[in-house]
């Protein structure tokens, strides 16, 4: 083994085109939401083939704000999954309603079925995640949607780049044309396409984008581009109590170029992908990442699943291990149910989910980004095949194990 070898878990890809980009916004003077967040809301909204979209500073605050347009509050209940990061369930509080947890099925996201069992009359929505970019069984989710009168809102911050079924992650179905009430993405810093911080929400309801709009700049009727549109009008009107969720023009020079990027990206995210597999078919210790005939995966995370009955050593000490040959790595997700936050809420029946819980201790995300060379991809494979062969339990000991 070599010594000094340093896989970091991720390295963004910014280019002279981003560089540029954001000096010629600099010089322009024209800094806060303006004619770049216009122009890159129109090519997201053309990639995506979703007729409205809305850049925010964040998914987290896309979540809140399509939560709130949809006037989701107190007394209602949102269904979401365990496996996933806690914004999706902080912005549900924070509109005052109740985060119930659905479980997940195999494929590590939310399971339909699940779903079915937690809807009450309080039921008002459902938040999917597409974890790690492999997009959830949308045809089922709208189906239960349709039939109980719930909107859907996609959690789309692993899935720029992902298809469903021929459409696009957030996009309404090509199949059926059935769509969600909103789709948020995330350009956060490690995310497939990066603005540094910030998001998308995408909709195909005008009535919809329009009140988003407005509430995404403190609910004023005009933002500051119309108002100097307008010729330095100084007139405006607050019309509900709104946010500060608007994407800055400096973001959007970032985000313009990673578009353009985006499925060169995913093309070598997947060849990296096909890699990770052929180097680690045949170690019995760890199982590859799920896929799906009919899913283009984003590929934004390849979380490997360690078979933990075949190994002497748990996922901690198999990360301490990656980390003492150089090798950076991340776990997604701490299951919602065993952060503090939680806590109270975890003892409620309606958030038991123990399959979330039974398939946390076997995840570790490896690095995988564009940046990253072929040898280090070699490297991290026969990093784990060296960890998990060394670290194998033997056959006796499994034996006695399951005469206990
Ligand atoms: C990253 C992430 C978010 C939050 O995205 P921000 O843009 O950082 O607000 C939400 N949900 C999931 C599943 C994420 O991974």
Redesign the pocket.
């Known amino acids: 083994m070599q010594s000094g070898v340093q896989v970091p878990y991720h390295r963004p890809s910014i280019g002279d085109e981003e560089i540029d980009e954001v000096v010629r916004t600099l010089k322009s003077g024209w800094l806060t939401t303006g004619p770049r967040t216009a122009q890159f809301e129109q090519e997201f909204s053309a990639y995506a083939n979703v007729p409205h979209a809305l850049a925010v500073n964040?998914?987290?605050?896309g979540?809140h704000l399509a939560l709130a347009a949809l006037n989701i509050g107190p007394g209602m209940e949102v269904i979401t999954t365990p496996l996933?990061?806690c914004?999706?369930v902080n912005t549900i509080i924070h509109t005052g309603a109740t985060p119930v947890l659905a479980d997940v099925g195999p494929d590590g996201n939310i399971d339909p079925a699940s779903i079915q069992s937690r809807i009450t009359d309080k039921t008002r929505a459902i938040v999917p995640?597409h974890f790690a970019g492999l997009p959830c069984d949308m045809d089922a989710i709208w189906f239960l949607a349709r039939r109980h009168g719930l909107d859907v809102i996609e959690?789309c911050?692993?899935a720029a780049g992902a298809f469903y079924k021929g459409g696009h992650a957030g996009a309404a179905s090509p199949l059926t044309g059935e769509h969600s009430a909103a789709s948020v993405f995330?350009?956060?810093a490690v995310?497939n396409l990066t603005t540094g911080?910030?998001?998308m929400v995408l909709t195909h309801d005008e009535e919809l984008a329009s009140r988003m709009k407005i509430l995404s700049l403190h609910g004023i009727s005009k933002n500051a581009w119309n108002r100097y549109s307008d010729r330095g009008h100084w007139g405006y009107e607050v019309l509900e109590s709104g946010y500060k969720y608007n994407m800055s023009d400096i973001q959007a020079s970032i985000g313009i170029h990673q578009l353009r990027k985006l499925e060169g990206f995913i093309e070598t995210r997947t060849r990296f992908v096909d890699l990770y597999n052929s180097l680690l078919a045949d170690v019995e210790e760890v199982e590859r990442p799920p896929e799906k005939p009919d899913c283009r995966h984003a590929w934004h995370l390849y979380t490997l699943r360690l078979n933990l009955e075949r190994l002497a050593i748990g996922r901690d000490e198999f990360i301490e291990q990656l980390k003492d040959r150089g090798v950076g790595t991340s776990v997604?997700f701490i299951p919602i149910p065993l952060h503090p936050f939680f806590a109270s809420r975890a003892k409620l029946r309606q958030n038991h989910c123990p399959r979330a819980l039974a398939l946390y201790p076997r995840l570790i995300s490896l690095p995988l980004f564009p940046a990253m060379t072929e040898d280090q991809v070699e490297y991290v494979a026969k990093t784990v095949r060296q960890i998990a062969r060394k670290s194998r339990k033997h056959v006796w000991a499994a034996m006695a194990a399951v005469g206990d």
């Open positions: 964040s998914c987290t605050s979540l996933t990061f914004a999706t995640v959690d911050a692993h995330s350009f956060y995310k911080e910030g998001g997604h």
